[in-house]
């Protein structure tokens, strides 16, 4: 397999390690946006911007007229938690030890973020077609998709790649996910006479039960669907002898190919149809990004999948192959950006990234050095072999 030379290999770790150092939780990204657009500006990019979200986008062109190959990674990363539970009492070191870069979001996704600056911004323009689009984007944590999407709409690129932990796999599909409440209505009383109310969690009890009863669709590939629930909460809370009035019931629904925000409610319309005592429906998110921007949008990400032998997967993984690199697909567990690129706007999407989600929002996160480094590699490789998209 090649391998970047000494320089370039510094030069990526010590990128990686200032992303890690920089604290970037959504909607707090501005001091990260600042480092990757000053680094940007110091490679060969022909144009560097940061758009009304805060995401930082630079594009460069190629030798001759091409596909347009956008690539993302989300520079938020979620809370670490208490700091004392870390190594050294600091989640962000970015400490090089024992071959890995710990702290919070080497994984997901700095390490993602580092190997594509440097592997697009170093990129021989002779080497390449076409117009290759790099894009550090805000709030992936809080509300997948929506930060990238606005993106997308614009530039509308051939192709995205998501940068996301998959041991060097091309991603080629993954579930869904949504967030549903269930909101059973009760009547107050005084729980001495508990006849004279209606205990909203009795209520809620019935329909959780009712919930586990339903089946799910299963796709023979990405599995079956999950509808999980997460927490319960009645009021009035805590109660001083009254009858619970209310009751919520929070879901979450992993989802499958073909399912929609209307036929996943369908079952539970005809379910529970016609009870006054019951409503439900799907979580609202609001983002509020650094710039002051604001995102809304119901909680639902839909599932997608390519087939291995469409030609621009099988693009792909030559491309992978010829580099010595891994060239394997890989279904995400997880949901991403792309749940937005392609199970929205229906763009050809794939997810390819160094390390495992296995070690993302942990305690003592980290990244294999190595990992990184074939990354760089990876992405240079599916720059210059994504020829023909369509």
């Not at 509308?156 to 796999?169: A, F, K, S």
């Not at 992978?320 to 394997?328: K, S, T």
């Not at 990234?353 to 296995?358: F, L």
């Amino acid at each position: 397999m090649p391998t970047l030379s000494p320089t370039l290999q510094d030069e990526v770790v010590a990128l990686l390690q200032a992303l890690v150092r920089t604290p970037s939780l959504s909607g707090q990204e501005r001091a990260l946006a600042d480092l990757v657009e000053a680094r940007l500006r110091r490679l060969s990019f022909d144009h560097v911007e940061r758009d009304t979200w805060g995401n930082v986008i630079a594009s460069r062109q190629g030798y001759a007229p091409g596909p347009h190959l956008l690539f993302d990674a989300h520079m938020d990363v979620v809370a670490p938690g208490e700091a004392t539970a870390w190594a050294g009492g600091d989640p962000y070191s970015g400490r090089l030890e024992g071959g890995r870069v710990w702290g919070r979001g080497a994984t997901d996704t700095k390490g993602s973020l580092a190997a594509m600056l440097i592997a697009i911004g170093h990129l021989p323009a002779t080497e390449f077609r076409g117009t290759l689009t790099v894009v550090a984007s805000v709030g992936e944590e809080t509300l997948e998709g929506a930060a990238l999407g606005q993106v997308c709409a614009q530039l509308r690129p051939d192709l995205v790649i998501i940068g996301e932990p998959t041991e060097g796999r091309l991603g080629i599909g993954q579930k869904g996910r949504a967030k549903l409440w269930f909101r059973a209505q009760g009547r107050p009383a005084h729980s001495s006479t508990p006849e004279e109310g209606h205990n909203a969690i009795y209520v809620a009890a019935e329909v959780v039960q009712r919930i586990r009863a339903l089946p799910l669709l299963t796709h023979p590939i990405l599995g079956a669907g999950v509808m999980e629930a997460l927490d319960i909460h009645s009021e009035p809370y805590p109660s001083a002898s009254t009858i619970p009035y209310t009751c919520l019931v929070r879901y979450d629904r992993r989802l499958v190919v073909g399912e929609t925000p209307e036929s996943v409610l369908q079952p539970y319309r005809e379910a529970f149809g016609g009870r006054e005592d019951l409503t439900f429906g799907f979580e609202e998110v609001t983002l509020s990004t650094y710039t002051g921007a604001t995102l809304r949008t119901p909680d639902f990400h839909p599932a997608w999948l390519w087939a291995e032998s469409t030609p621009w997967v099988q693009q792909a993984l030559a491309s992978l192959r010829a580099a010595g690199l891994r060239a394997e697909t890989f279904i995400a567990p997880y949901c991403t950006n792309a749940s937005t690129t392609a199970g929205e706007l229906g763009l050809p999407t794939l997810i390819y990234g160094p390390s495992s989600i296995a070690l993302a929002h942990k305690v003592n996160e980290y990244i294999e050095v190595n990992d990184v480094l074939a990354a760089v590699l990876g992405y240079q490789a599916l720059a210059k072999g994504l020829r023909e998209i369509g």
